[in-house]
């Protein structure tokens, strides 16, 4: 019988599989996606967060565990599992040479993404190399590898896992490592979840999906619904303002805006509804998806004039432009009148000092609501800019309860041979908001303890049938 089954073929799972045969047991990974299209969301991923203590190779200055603490604490609002946050923190300093050895390499990060490089690790050639790095790996070591299999459902007894199906095929296993993603490119659950809002629309009929088409939740829902404890609200995910012109599918990075925080944003009524200067890009940017989402028609329009252009990174799209602030209106479909009342005001407010988009300046805003906490400068010089923007899900947080070992839970107990890792359980760590790299983190951490916890209990119980066998 097979010692370990690896469900899914992203980071997380390539990270289980990859520890599981490391620790000589005989491994089988089921990829949903056909080869062209594997690596789930990882293949849209750039970079990790890592704590480290003193500058190391591509990463400067010090991260260390507390400040890191911090950051997960202010973007959870406290809507975490501080044991397994800081779990994940703590080895976030000793993954990066298991994943060169591997074949993952790092480069010092392009000027624009983010103001990250302290803090975060880029992989060279992104995400895509870094999946096609470990699928060299785990072809090396000798993991079988099947594509385009997409499991409908699992087969438990009593909190154990027995087998998997592929269609009609059974696949049993002793062990069994669940890698398979959320439920973000389900759009009935999402609708589901969502419901409809006080204007009387389905939210989610307008969500674009960031990554993946294949992470459909089958296991996800199939689990909870067998009695698998679950973690976080459906409703809750990395949500990230995304061009409105961007596919329904794997638009990826390149569609993000993120001129947000050097501007203003408003609604289709042209009215601001939140602090575009709150705190560094990295650690608000996939706040601004949910609340775009919860905005009439779900889009929501970035504007900016000609003063801080350069200061980030361009999306693939170019944006609207006018000269004039009711010619800007215009194109994108807004009232100039009301537009132009909205940037009169924000223009009133604004109290300039020094301008610095590398830190939190004290240009800020007075008498308004709601503020501008930072970067506050008027709208004044044109050219005038401004993108359309909808929200974009990259994961959803919905997902499986666990522990320090991975172990899925049923009813508070821990499963002797199931793990879970990757989006399935992020939302142990991840109640709400996001620190740009992150996802990457906790899939690295947990898909290397499910990968070698699976190995041990399939190790367990081969020499449970040994003692069997001699008894």
Known sequence: MLDVLVIGGGNAALCAALMAREAGTSVLLLEAAPKEWRGGNSSHTRNIRAMHDEP??????????????????KVTSGVTDESLARLVIRASSQCRDW????????QAPLSGTLNLSRTNAFFMGGGKALVNAYYRSAEKLGIQIRYEAPVSSVEIKDGKFIAAYVGDERIEAKTCVLAAGGFESNREWLKEAWGINQYGESPADNFLIRGTRYNKGVLLKQ????????????TQAHMVAVDARAPLYD???CTRIDAVSFGIVVNKNAQRFSDEGEDFWPKRYAFWGRLVAQQSGQIAYSIIDSKVLGK???????SEKADTVDGLAVQLGLDPKALQETIKSYNTACRVGTFDHTILDDCHTDGIEPAKTHWALPIDTGPFYGYAVRPGVTFTYLGLKTDETAAVHFGGLASPNLFVAGEMMAGNVLGKGYAAGIGMTIGTVFGRIAGAQAAQAAQASKNQTLETEHA
């Open 56 to 73: 190391q190779d591509v990463m400067l200055e010090a991260y260390s565990e507390e400040e890191y603490w911090q950051d997960v604490l």
């Open 312 to 318: 980030f990174m361009p999306p693939v799209f170019p």
């Open 251 to 253: 638009g990826g990075i």
């Open 223 to 234: 689990l909870i619904s067998l009695g698998a404890d679950s973690v976080s609200d459906p």
């Open 99 to 106: 994943m060169r050895h591997h074949g993952v390499r790092f």
